[in-house]
């Protein structure tokens, strides 16, 4: 069982130059999240999804689309990249809430950190 | 809208030391609810505690304590013997029942445990 996995953990790209940000998940959750972390700051919620076809944007999502075609995945990409996109990215999944023990609590992945230079 | 406070920028404590981590939200909900994750230098987000709006137990783990209060919008963690192995970075978070399950995430606050 590996969680969310996320790939690649780190990555340095070129002002304009696009990529897409892995994400992976095993538990057979319905929603997936990806948070950016700017250093020093808390985390921002770029896009979220409650499930396969199905996204929504979040605080940040400028720069940013994602696209959920399977339980499983939930990339993010970035087009054309900028120095302000430089920062640690999370994804996270988790069931939906309920008040049985466990639910609504996110499982995170290990972060990808993305430098725009 | 929801909105997590964490006012404490930055904390630092000697070893054995008890350190209570402040937590304010704002939520219009009646239903929600409220973590704790914890950032080790390593970077990894560790789930430390869930607590629901229609449980106000407090609850204590080990050397860890919550004392959630609604009539405050508090919920504050503390811990108790601090160890040099609790420096990190403590994130207070709240998930609304109503408002598309999104988890919005304090600022943080940064605990340094000096031995």
């Known amino acids: 069982n590996a969680g969310v996995t996320q790939t690649p953990k780190f990555r340095i790209l070129k002002i304009g130059q696009s990529m897409t940000l892995q994400c992976t998940q095993d538990?057979?959750?319905?929603?997936m999240y990806w948070y950016r972390q700017d250093p020093g700051m808390g985390l921002k919620l770029i896009y979220y999804s409650v499930g396969a076809g199905i996204t929504d944007k979040g605080e940040v999502p400028n720069g940013y689309n994602v696209s959920r075609s399977t339980t499983e995945d939930f990339p993010l990409r970035l087009e054309l990249a900028a120095p302000s996109q430089t920062s640690v990215y999370f994804c996270?999944?988790?069931?939906?809430?309920?008040?049985?023990?466990?639910?609504?609590?996110?499982?995170f992945g290990a972060g990808s950190r993305l430098t725009v230079l | 809208a929801q909105k997590v406070t964490q006012a404490q920028t930055e904390i630092s404590v000697v070893e054995k030391e008890d350190v209570t981590l402040d937590c304010v939200y704002e939520?219009?909900?009646?239903?929600?609810?409220l973590f704790w994750y914890k950032q080790p230098p390593s970077g990894e987000l560790v789930f430390l505690i869930r607590r629901n709006s229609f449980d106000e137990q407090n609850e204590i783990s080990g050397r860890y304590s919550w004392n959630f209060q609604k009539s405050t919008s508090s919920f504050n963690f503390t811990i108790t013997a601090s160890q040099v192995v609790d420096s990190a970075v403590y994130f207070c978070?709240?998930?609304?029942?109503?408002?598309?399950?999104?988890?919005?995430f304090g600022a943080g606050t940064i605990l340094r445990v000096k031995s």
């Open positions: 538990m057979n959750h319905n929603y």
């Open positions: 939520t219009r909900d009646t239903t929600y609810y």
């Open positions: 996270a999944s988790r069931f939906p809430q309920g008040r049985e023990s466990g639910a609504n609590v996110l499982t």
């Open positions: 978070a709240l998930s609304e029942a109503q408002r598309g399950n999104k988890l919005v």
